[in-house]
C-alpha cells in the first residue's frame, strides 16, 4: 500500500531518497515556503503546497493541519537542518511519529549540544556561546587556535580556525553577518530565536562522520566514514569514504560514540548524521550531529552502497508506522564493498566559466554517477562563505583502498575555470542548504 509523507522543504538534486521511496511505494507531498522554484522530475512527488515555514512558523504549524484534512499524511520528514524544529512540532500537533522538539532544538543548537554531550561524558572541544561581538572579551579564557562558527549554521557556512586575536575580531564579524542575514530567521525555537557565535577549540586530528538510526532509543551505527583532515582556515567539504582504512576496533569505537552523542540529545527515533575528528591521543571527539539523513540524502547512498542496507527506507517505516522488517536490526557494517562521495573542491571564486573533464570521470568504472550543480555564469564567492558546491561524485569500490585511488583520480581529472568577479556581490539570503 502507498504511503504519503509530507516532505517539509527538500532540495531536490539529490536522487536517492526520492529513488528509494519510488522503490518503496513512498509518495510526497513537498511542502515549500513561498517564491521557491521548483525543478525535477520524480514521480514519486505528487503535489506541493506552501507554508510560511521561516517567516510565521506557528502560522505554517496552524495551517498544516488543513493540509492534513486534505492529503491525509501518513508522515511527516525533513532533511534540511533550518526545518528540523518545525518539522518536530508539526509531527507532534498531527500525532505522527517524528523526534521530540527539544531534541531537534539541541541537534540545531551547537552550544547546547556541547554542554548536552558532555554532561554525559562524552570528550567534546571547549566552547563558549556568545550572544554578539560585545562579548568577544569571554574568549581570552580560550588558547588560539580556536573556531569560530554561526551556533545554528549548516554547509560549513562562516566556520573559521583563527589564531590570532585579529583574525578572531574578523571571523567574529563574518558570523554576526551571517547570522543577521540567514541563521536568525531559521533558528526558532518555541517563539524564541536560538543564534549565536561559537567559539571552541580546534581539534585537528582525521575527522569521520557515523550515519546512524534510531528506533525507540535502540540507536545503532549503519556505517562510518573518513572525511579528510581539513586544516582551516576555511572548512570546505571533499571526501567521504566508507569505510575507512581504520582497525575495526577503532571503527567501533568511533561509532560507539556517536551512539552515545544521539542519546545524550534525546535523538531515541529517526536517522543521524554524527561527525568526530580524532585528537593527538587518538580518541574520538565529537563534533555534532544532524537529526538527519546527511548531505541531503548524500549518506543514503554512503550507506546503501557499503552496507545494502536501504536507510531511507528504514525511516519511510518508522515515520509512516510500519515495522522496520528485513532492515532492523542493520547487518554489521564490515560487508567488503567500499563507496564514497567527493565534493569537487572550488579551486577559486569569481564568475565560472566551466568544469572540464567530467566525461573522463563518467567513463571511469568505479564511477556511480556525476551530479553538476554548477551554475555557469554565477558569482561565487571564496569561503568561509558558502554559495552552494559545483558537483558530486558518487563512487562504489570493491576495497577502500580502491576508494583512495578513484579521489587521486578525481583530483587530476576535473578542472575548474574561473573569470573574474565583476563587483563585489552582498551576500544573497542562502536559507538553502545545498545539498
Ligand atoms: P556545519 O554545521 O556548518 O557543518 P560544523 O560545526 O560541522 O558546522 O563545522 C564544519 C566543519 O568544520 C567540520 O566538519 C570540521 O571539518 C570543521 N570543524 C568544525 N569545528 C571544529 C573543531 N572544533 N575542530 C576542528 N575542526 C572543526
Ligand atoms: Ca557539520
Not at 581570552?140 to 573556531?147: E, G
Request: glycine residues 8%.
Amino acid at each position: 500500500m502507498t504511503q504519503r509523507i509530507a516532505f517539509i522543504h527538500p532540495s531536490f538534486h539529490i536522487p536517492y531518497i526520492y529513488e528509494s521511496a519510488s522503490r518503496n511505494g513512498v509518495e510526497f507531498v513537498v511542502v515549500l515556503p513561498p517564491g521557491e522554484v521548483i525543478h525535477h522530475e520524480y514521480p514519486c512527488v505528487i503535489g506541493y503546497e506552501t507554508l510560511p515555514l521561516y517567516t510565521a512558523p506557528e502560522t505554517a504549524l496552524h495551517r498544516l493541519e488543513a493540509l492534513h484534512a486534505k492529503w491525509r499524511f501518513d508522515g511527516i520528514m525533513t532533511i534540511k537542518e533550518s526545518c528540523m524544529v518545525w518539522t518536530a512540532e508539526a509531527a507532534a500537533r498531527l500525532g505522527l511519529p517524528g523526534i521530540d522538539p527539544g531534541a531537534a532544538k539541541a541537534a540545531r543548537d551547537k552550544g547546547t549540544m556541547r554542554r548536552l554531550f558532555r554532561e554525559r561524558g562524552l570528550v567534546t572541544p571547549e566552547f563558549l556561546v556568545l550572544s554578539g561581538a560585545d562579548e568577544i572579551e569571554r574568549c581570552q579564557a580560550l588558547a588560539f587556535p580556536y573556531v569560530v562558527k554561526p551556533g545554528s549554521g549548516y554547509n560549513s557556512d562562516a566556520v573559521q580556525r583563527v589564531s590570532s586575536w585579529d583574525e578572531l575580531v574578523a571571523a567574529v564579524r563574518v558570523v554576526e553577518e551571517v547570522n543577521a542575514d540567514t541563521y536568525r530567521e531559521v533558528s526558532w525555537h518555541e517563539g524564541q530565536n536560538f543564534s549565536s557565535i561559537v567559539v571552541e577549540e580546534f581539534v585537528e586530528g582525521p575527522e569521520y562522520v557515523v550515519e546512524l538510526f534510531a528506533l525507540d532509543g535502540d540507536v545503532r551505527a549503519l556505517n562510518c566514514g573518513y572525511k579528510g583532515q581539513p586544516p582551516g582556515p576555511c572548512f570546505e567539504e571533499t571526501v567521504y569514504l566508507s569505510p575507512p582504512a581504520l582497525a575495526r576496533e577503532k571503527i567501533r569505537e568511533i561509532q560507539a560514540v556517536a551512539v552515545e552523542g544521539m542519546l545524550a540529545l534525546g535523538l531515541r527515533n529517526g536517522p543521524g548524521h554524527c561527525e568526530l575528528r580524532l585528537d593527538r591521543q587518538g580518541r574520538p571527539v565529537i563534533l555534532e550531529i544532524g537529526a538527519r539523513i546527511g548531505g541531503s540524502g548524500c549518506a543514503h547512498f554512503n550507506v546503501e552502497a557499503s552496507t545494502d542496507v536501504d536507510f531511507s527506507n528504514l525511516w519511510f517505516r518508522y515515520l509512516t508506522g510500519a515495522p522496520p522488517g528485513d532492515y532492523w536490526p542493520p547487518r554489521p557494517t564490515d560487508t567488503g564493498k567500499a563507496a564514497s562521495s567527493w565534493i569537487l573542491p572550488l579551486g577559486g571564486s569569481g564568475v565560472l566559466r566551466s568544469i572540464d573533464g567530467v566525461e573522463a570521470v563518467r567513463a571511469h568504472p568505479d564511477c556511480e554517477r556525476v551530479l553538476l550543480l554548477a551554475t555557469i555564469g554565477k558569482t561565487y564567492r571564496p569561503y568561509p562563505h558558502f554559495d552552494g558546491f559545483l558537483a558530486i561524485v558518487f563512487g562504489r569500490h570493491r576495497s577502500t583502498q580502491a576508494g583512495e585511488a578513484f579521489f587521486t583520480f578525481l583530483e587530476s581529472a576535473l578542472k575548474v575555470n574561473w573569470g573574474a568577479a565583476p563587483r563585489p556581490q552582498s551576500r544573497p539570503l542562502a536559507r538553502e542548504q545545498t545539498p
